[in-house]
């Protein structure tokens, strides 16, 4: 009988407004994540309630192994995977070009092909542009010419974005945003609130059932890793412009001090998040954009390594291709900002800041 | 058939709550141990898969509960919903241990959150496990297997033989396969009889066959029955079953939680007929609706409609499946099939004996109707504010009072005295102390304490 009430293909949205209206009768998993508590604010849920629901979703699957009404189940529950279709939809919609973000979101070797192409530019641009004076990668690529090249290349994607945020706050209704609300979306994503499980025990990733706090652990290593070598970069221009300070820098100045450890963390990091989505179950999540998901962890640790391999040849004849890939890995990073799984964080922070400005969750009543 | 090529200490037959504090207790004792569950892995752990909370005892605070729930209390407690038919030993027994079984069960993998929203009556009396009741379940599997317990799904016992005063081996189907299974003590946790729904027509009368079961289809007191017929002591009463009013388009079996519905006290419930046959406002819901099964399994096709208007649809808990909707009373009767004339006449008639006043969904409010004769004694406000709503109500069974009599040692017994190396725990064995009734998250604090207690007694037989 089953058979016959399988309804015909929903889209992502409709699917997971099935199961969430399902879900929202229950209520037992609302001690695992914002989610639960966020979804009994409502009886019948709009699209945008139900973007804004996913963005919240942190994948951790707690729910998923709780859930009474999991395959073979006829309702057939599955909010990870539901959640995390409706989440990359939410990106794809939202992006401009939406076709980019289709492309990179789902396909690991259209970001690979992007790479090779620019690998193939900075090695063109190493031989073309090469400068005449110039100390350690400078004397490859002149100071000018990389911030020519490199701020726009940051800087659009990033507006780019800001234009799907604005769009993103339409749709789900998000209200005036308040330095409190921003605070405590930070607060949660500085700490990973939503991976501890409610139990701090973590989440339910890679062994099934049993709970885990590696893809917390290793998530935080690469981002915090990430935002230092962020931070050695920006203090490299303040010491370039405000000090007169120029690359390339001893072990013991700002740059290698915040660059070096955040390099080696972020090789951590990418290593075991890689090794976790391997153990994982694809299918809690979108599975058609894995493929894509795999490739951006790989690129970040492709930036972290070549980037550690730079500072250790330094000095080398190797300076000079190493430099070229190494400078390619953050451009197409860069580039693919809007279009790839690096858009996640700023929906995130988004949804987050979105739920801190609702108002607390009431309970029904029974 | 098939012997299991080893002989065990303990053979537990069933795979919930009572059945793995069992296994676990057994195990970190030394003994080796062996679950027959009798479900596949993903329906693993009987009704306990839908819990959500264990009412516990305690002196104070003790997160998550709040302020204290001392042993007079929590027995007055059960008082009040068995009517004396409990076995006070046995009771207080449960009651006592419930508080360290707090405690143990954190230190064995499950895990607490503050009661859930819209049970904030509960906070004080009653655990809520993080994730309910299949989390905790979880946690258990793990824990069992980490103790080298050994787990074998889709286990059907058909017959524990009796030999004596002893058990000497017992019957099963293992996936499809005879097995026999050697083991020097047993414990019984495999539930009641309520998935049977023959069984349940031969105790209620062909009406039964109408209701739902709330949770696992692979209740259906094979073992029970078999144990029974070789002259084990029994309690309850064969012919009841506790039921709730549920959502009358939920599956069959394991509709489990999302298939209630809270909307009664807001509603007027009428009958096949359009008529209404009981007080829908006679007390507060968590007080009143293990009364409501019973009360449409008395009507006519074992069926109830509640009808609601807009004033009041948003005043419970969201129901799984949309009510019925309609812009008129008749319309909506239409819809659910019912008579249109019939309940307008009932409506109108309500609706003219409502008496303005104020009203408070969430405490008793003395807002009655006047000169009916089945009155409404709350929360009584006329149905005349369109969009009408509508829910089919049908009795969805929770579980059956049946059980094996046990001692406090968790012990089954015959008329010629206990049986060594059996004993009971859970569900099978529920009925020696919830006669009648039932106590929000009693089933799950019987299930633990007992379920220890046979565990280790079982233990200690084999040492």
């Known amino acids: 009988m089953s058979l016959d009430l399988t309804p015909p293909q929903l889209s992502a949205t409709e699917e997971a407004r099935r199961q969430i209206e399902i879900c929202n009768a229950c209520r037992y998993c609302e001690g695992f994540c914002a989610v639960f508590p966020a979804m009994t604010r409502e009886r019948a849920f709009a699209d945008g309630d139900l973007t804004q629901l996913a963005n919240l979703c942190h994948n951790c699957r707690g729910c998923y192994y709780a859930c009474q009404y999991t395959a073979p189940h006829e309702f057939a529950l599955n909010i990870p995977a539901a959640l ?114 409610g139990h701090g025990e973590g989440c339910n990733f890679e062994e099934g059932d049993r709970f885990s706090d590696r893809r917390r652990v290793f998530h935080q290593l690469m981002m915090y ?97 190493l430099l070229a890939v190494h400078l390619a890995t953050v451009m197409v990073l860069f580039l693919l900002m809007p279009f790839s799984k690096m858009v996640h964080g700023f929906f995130r922070l988004a949804a987050l800041v979105a739920e801190a400005g609702k108002p607390a969750p009431a309970g029904g009543g029974e | 058939m098939k012997d299991w090529p080893e002989t065990f200490d303990l053979a537990v037959v069933g795979g919930g709550n009572a059945a793995l504090c069992a296994a676990i207790t057994a195990a970190e004792a030394g003994a080796s141990v062996l679950v027959l569950e009798g479900a596949p892995a993903p329906y693993r752990g009987g009704n306990s898969r839908h819990t959500r909370n264990f009412r516990c005892m305690h002196r104070g605070p003790m997160f998550p509960l709040t302020g204290a729930y001392e042993e007079e209390e929590y027995l007055h407690d059960l008082m ?10 046995l009771a207080r027994l ?38 309910g009741g299949k989390a905790l379940v979880n946690a258990y599997y793990n824990t069992a297997a980490d103790l080298g317990v050994k787990i074998a799904y889709d286990a059907q016992v058909s017959h524990v033989h009796l030999d004596g005063d002893r058990i000497a081996w ?36 062909p009406a039964a066959r109408n209701f739902l079961i709330r949770g696992t289809p692979y209740n259906r007191g094979v073992v029970l029955r078999d144990m029974l017929d070789q002259g084990a002591d029994s309690v309850g009463d064969p012919t009841q079953c506790h039921a709730v009013a549920i959502d009358g388009r939920a599956p069959k079996y394991d509709g489990g939680i999302v298939t209630r519905l809270d909307c009664v006290p807001f509603s007027i419930v009428v009958n096949r007929n359009g008529d209404r046959f009981y007080d829908e406002g006679e007390d507060v819901w968590p007080k009143r609706y293990a009364i409501w099964g019973r009360l449409v399994a008395a009507q006519p096709d074992q069926v109830g409609y509640a009808l609601i208007d807009a004033k009041s649809i948003d005043l419970f808990m969201p129901s799984v499946f949309p009510p ?52 409404k004694t709350n929360w009584a406000r006329p149905l005349d504010t369109p969009p009408f709503y509508g829910y089919q109500l049908r009795p ?33 064995m529920a009925g020696s102390i919830l006669g009648q009734g039932y106590l929000a998250g009693f089933g799950m604090t019987i299930g633990t304490v007992f379920g220890r207690i046979a565990g280790k007694e079982a233990a200690a037989h084999v040492a």
């Open chain 2, 324 to 375: 019925v909707k309609a812009d008129t009373i008749e319309g909506l009767a239409a819809q659910m099939n019912l008579d249109p004339q019939a309940v307008r006449r009932t409506v109108d008639g309500f609706n003219a004996a409502c008496r303005p006043g104020p009203f408070h969904p969430t405490e008793l409010d003395g807002l009655r109707t006047e000169g009916l004769e089945i009155a």
């Open chain 1, 225 to 321: 890793g990430f935002l230092l070598c962020f931070a050695s970069t920006a203090s490299g221009t303040v010491l370039h412009y405000g000090f007169g300070w120029e690359a390339p820098y001893p072990l013991l100045s700002p740059p290698k001090i915040l660059g070096v450890p955040g390099g080696v963390m972020m090789l951590a990091g990418t290593a075991g998040l890689v090794w976790l989505k391997l153990r994982a179950t694809a299918a809690l999540g979108a599975v058609r954009v894995w493929g894509g998901e795999m490739a951006f962890i790989l690129l970040l640790g492709a930036i972290a390594a070549t980037g550690l391999a730079l500072y250790g040849a330094s000095g080398t004849a190797l300076v000079g291709p």
């Open chain 1, 84 to 197: 995390a279709e409706v989440r990359v939809d939410s990106w794809e919609r939202l992006a401009r070009p939406q076709a980019l973000a289709r492309l990179f979101q789902t396909h690991g070797v259209a970001m690979a092909g992007a790479l090779v192409v620019a690998l193939a530019a900075f090695f063109w641009a190493l031989a073309a542009l090469r400068p005449e004076t110039g100390a350690g990668f400078y004397a490859y690529l002149a100071h000018n010419t990389l911030v020519a090249i490199f701020v726009p290349a940051f800087l659009l994607p990033l507006a780019l974005i800001g234009l799907s945020l604005r769009d993103y706050w339409r749709e789900v209704g998000g209200g005036r945003v308040r330095l409190s609300h921003v605070l405590r979306a930070f607060d949660s994503a500085a700490r990973m609130k939503n991976l501890s499980g």
């Open chain 2, 94 to 131: 449960a009651i006592r241990s419930s508080e360290e079984c707090l405690p143990w069960m954190q230190a064995h993998g499950v895990r607490f959150q503050p009661s859930l929203s819209g049970t904030l009556s509960l906070s004080r009396t009653n655990a809520f496990f993080l994730g």
């Open chain 2, 396 to 428: 969805g069974v929770t579980f059956t009072y049946l059980g094996l009599k046990v001692d406090a040692r968790a012990q089954v017994h015959t008329a010629a005295g206990p049986i060594r190396n059996l004993w009971a725990a859970g569900e099978i």
């Open chain 2, 80 to 89: 009040l919903v068995t009517k004396g038919k409990t076995d006070e030993g």
């Open chain 2, 170 to 205: 017992a019957e099963a189907e293992i996936a499809g396969h005879p097995v026999t299974v050697q083991a020097r003590a047993f414990v019984l946790a495999s539930g009641g009889f309520q998935a049977d729904l023959d069984w349940l027509a031969r105790a209620w009368g």
